[in-house]
């Protein structure tokens, strides 16, 4: 959008600034909380019904103690607005007073990014054409650029409004998603996820691009952004996919089509003889779920011993480590260390933040004692403080009532 003269442009999605004729006045990429910024912020954004002196007062001052809290206001307004004069702005009238209620005055034009999203969400609630409705739910969503007042939600008032935003545009994002669902539009709806989770991660929003790219037919790219969706949540949050991911993954198996071959053919693209790694298979969470099934099931046929492993990173206090750089060195040791240590038949996959599971078929449970050590061997280094904690138990098959 190109910016008109002597109009502010408020930016208070995915961070903070004030622009007026192309200039930056205040905000920006390293602005800072001052009681200038929090003056502007909260006036700006209550530019409708005003702010009553007590309330102001609070906001700007509750965790200071003064003697004299009235003229610390009246110095806070003076200063800011002594800033944007110098910027450029009118602003003898810019903050108006009205029986102790202060308010963003009407005298400079002001476009508030936050106002804009809001009122086309609404705008696209009250909407009944569909086609309409859609593209203001689009517009909306691409005009949420980011959490409201990112790095400024100390305030209570702002990390409000902030998850009040946040729950409008999820809203947005699941009703633009769905109308798209049923025009069959999947390369919007690819756009769509994409954006959403660039803007709101680790939100699940990749299940809305594996979607399209599944109905598009592009198996390979819904593939590859599950491995890479999984891998990122364990990294960042050590969580496991969700069920809703789950799902898109089952139902990419069962879109993908391959044309009429000899078993030969079939079978030469299904085995791994060209994977003459040493070492366990390591593998995501939904493979090792159905190894683990599978295993579960030729158990019944008896005659194997099967144990299963969790493999933990702990401090020097024997406590699970959970974060830093440090905890993602670890954590890279460690799968390494587990996979040298297992067998080629065995099965290992990253299961949390710090933590792998393994699979470790017909074994005995002195066995699991040595491949501890032998990870050990493998992961501890000098004095090193930090170590693993192991859990086994095996793997038993209980018949179905």
């Not at 008032?157 to 902030?162: D, L």
């Not at 240590?341 to 996959?349: E, K, L, N, Q, V």
């Amino acid at each position: 959008m190109k910016e008109q003269e002597n109009v502010l442009y408020v930016r208070m999605l995915g961070g903070f600034s004030l622009r007026w004729n192309g200039k930056l006045v205040a905000g920006g990429s390293k602005a800072i909380d001052s009681q200038n910024t929090s003056l502007l912020q909260i006036l700006i954004h209550e530019k409708e019904k005003g702010v009553s002196r007590d309330k102001l007062e609070e906001l700007l001052f509750s965790d200071r103690d003064m003697n004299n809290i009235h003229h610390a206001l009246q110095s806070v307004i003076y200063n800011t607005k002594q800033k944007l004069l110098k910027a450029g702005i009118p602003a003898e009238n810019c903050i108006e007073q009205t029986k102790g209620v202060f308010r963003w005055s009407d005298s400079v034009p002001t476009v508030v990014d936050a106002f804009t999203f809001e009122e086309l969400f609404h705008e696209a609630e009250n909407t009944k054409d569909l086609d309409e409705r859609l593209s203001l739910y689009l517009q909306a969503c691409y005009a949420y650029s980011g959490e409201f007042l990112t790095f400024h939600t100390s305030a209570v008032w702002a990390a409000r409004e902030a998850r009040r935003y946040k729950e409008l545009f999820c809203t947005a994002v699941e009703r633009a998603s769905e109308l798209l669902r049923v025009s069959q539009d999947y390369f919007q709806m690819e756009d769509l996820g994409l954006y959403a989770a660039r803007i709101d991660p680790l939100a699940d929003w990749e299940t809305i691009t594996m979607e399209a790219l599944v109905s598009l037919g592009r198996a390979e790219d819904a593939r590859k952004l599950y491995d890479s969706t999984v891998q990122f949540y364990f990294n960042e949050q050590g969580l496991r996919p969700s069920k809703r991911l789950m799902e898109q993954f089952d139902r990419l198996g069962e879109k993908m089509q391959y044309r009429h071959a000899v078993l030969d053919q079939i079978q030469s693209e299904l085995t791994g003889a060209h994977d003459r790694s040493q070492g366990g298979y390591l593998c995501n969470y939904p493979v090792f779920l159905g190894i683990y099934r599978m295993v579960e099931r030729m158990l019944e046929r008896g005659g194997q011993s099967v144990y299963i492993m969790l493999c933990t990173i702990v401090d020097s206090k024997g406590n699970p480590m959970r974060e830093g750089d440090v905890l993602n060195q670890l954590v890279s040791r460690m799968g390494d260390a587990i996979r040298r240590s297992i067998r080629r038949g065995d099965a290992m996959c990253r299961y949390g933040k710090g933590q792998y599971l393994v699979l470790l078929i017909n074994t005995t449970r002195e066995n699991c004692n040595v491949i501890q050590k032998r990870i050990n061997a493998h992961f501890l280094v000098g004095r090193q403080r930090t170590g693993i904690e192991y859990y086994v138990n095996s793997v038993f098959w209980t018949p179905q009532e």
